[in-house]
């Protein structure tokens, strides 16, 4: 998971927005913070896809 400092900058906002708005706008603060773990879900599957791939064209090699 990304700190708040990483998703301050990826916002290009100060850490401390993150912060205000988790206190004054936690619907806006969910969403956001909801979309990254979603970016990274994407991502880590998108990872564990190529494993298969690779495992698979192990598989078939062994098979020939």
């Known amino acids: 998971m990304?700190?708040?400092r990483d998703m301050a900058g990826f916002l290009n906002v100060d850490v401390k927005t993150l912060r205000n708005w988790r206190r004054d706008k936690p619907n806006l603060y969910?969403?956001?913070?909801?979309?990254?773990?979603?970016d990274e879900a994407i991502e880590v599957s998108k990872e564990n896809y190529e494993r298969l791939l690779e495992v698979s064209k192990t598989l078939m090699k062994d098979k020939a």
């Open 2 to 4: 990304k700190s708040q």
């Open 30 to 38: 969910e969403i956001v913070i909801k979309g990254f773990a979603f």
